[in-house]
């Protein structure tokens, strides 16, 4: 095998490789215990590399608790599952400058549930009752989305149309 044979097959194998690398980073169909469609997943994730879960949520126990995904070390989707007896304020909630709840830019959206949709995270809420409260909140905010970034407000709300009715379904309201 000559200098240029061996290029050629060098050039093949690590088209290869990375060819079937690249479809290796598969997005998940639940998050948090939750099946959601990857499709409405997909466009709020700034990366798909090593997805994994980091969750302290117990829908038997219903106590609040985050739920994040990681795209290797990097949070890429951060939710927060919220019990309460009383109904929150989801303005509030959505200007809230801490890390739990802050939303930049919030507008009310027209949904089955009370939501609202900010430029980088949405907040909603419905009446279900179980041993945590009368209430549940679901808070997503997406880390990666940058300040001046004002693209992603409808995927977020295309998810959460989707996410949290499927999330409902999942905590056994009563």
């Known amino acids: 095998m000559n200098v240029r044979q061996f290029l050629i097959v060098l050039t093949i194998s690590v088209l290869a490789i990375s060819c079937s690398s690249a479809g ?19 466009p709020l994730l700034a990366s798909t590399d090593d997805l994994r879960e980091f969750t302290r949520v117990d829908r038997s126990e219903a106590i609040t608790a985050p ?15 919220s019990w309460d007896d009383m109904a929150r304020d989801l303005m509030y909630l959505a200007a809230d400058t801490g890390s739990i709840s802050g ?12 939501t609202i949709v900010g430029a980088d995270g949405a907040v909603s809420i419905a009446p279900c009752k179980t041993n945590g409260g009368k209430y549940f909140t679901l ?3 997406v880390p990666q989305i940058g300040l001046l970034d ?18 409902l379904k999942t905590l056994g309201c009563r």
């Not at 998940?28 to 997909?42: D, K, S, W």
């Not at 939303?103 to 009370?114: N, V």
């Not at 004002?150 to 999330?167: G, L, V």
């Open 103 to 114: 939303i930049r830019e919030p507008r009310k959206i027209d949904f089955t549930y009370k």
């Open 139 to 141: 808070t997503l905010q």
């Open 67 to 81: 739920c994040v995904l990681l795209a290797g070390h990097d949070p890429v989707l951060e939710f927060r599952f």
């Open 24 to 42: 290796s980073h598969e997005l998940p169909g639940a998050i948090c215990g939750t099946p959601v469609n990857p499709a409405v997943t997909r």
């Open 150 to 167: 004002q693209t992603h407000r409808k995927d977020i709300e295309k998810f959460m149309r989707a996410y949290f009715p499927a999330t």
